[in-house]
């Protein structure tokens, strides 16, 4: 049995997408081709997926050569947007993990190194103790969790001369 409302076009559809404006038929082959890209990421490699849409635009009496392939380069470049947010959001999950600064000895006092400078494990950020955004629990810069404790050694106390 032939199942229509699986045709990727409907008459309803098809009337709705003639009456679009550039702006609307961009958002809304945008949002099909991401709801295609999910369901069909199993079933069907993105070329094959992208290929197919540019047949469908180019049957469309309205969208020339010329506009499915801006459209389709609008589909390539929000795809490529949602790989770096979604590998964005991973590496936010990897910034909730407290990591301990770097600490840099960066003089002496009672013949001692005196470990008062530090920078942040995932961008460099640097931090001085005395300074306001020491031992802060997140890098001000990268937003990665820090862990102050323990400190390497009592070293960090006030020299008194
Ligand atoms: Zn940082």
Redesign the pocket.
């Known amino acids: 049995m032939e199942n229509n409302s699986k045709r990727l076009l409907n008459r309803t559809t098809y009337k709705r997408i003639k009456n679009m404006d550039r702006e609307q038929l961009s958002g809304y082959v945008t949002n099909v081709y991401l709801n295609g890209y999910e369901a069909g990421r199993k079933a069907a490699t993105p070329d094959l997926l992208l290929r197919t849409f540019r047949e469908v635009l180019l049957s469309i009496d309205s969208i020339g050569p010329t506009r499915a392939d801006a459209i389709m380069k609008k589909l390539s470049d929000t795809f490529a947007l949602k790989e770096k947010e979604a590998e964005q959001a991973e590496g936010s999950d990897t910034r909730n993990t407290p990591r301990r600064p770097d600490y840099e000895a960066d003089g002496y006092a009672d013949g001692q190194l005196v470990y008062d400078t530090a920078y ?1 494990p ?2 460099h ?1 640097m931090f001085e103790e005395g300074v306001n955004d020491w031992h802060s629990a997140y ?1 001000p ?2 937003g ?1 969790k820090l862990d102050w404790t323990p400190e390497p050694e009592e070293t960090t106390e006030e020299a008194e001369a």
């Open positions: 942040c995932e961008c950020h890098c810069d990268c990665q």
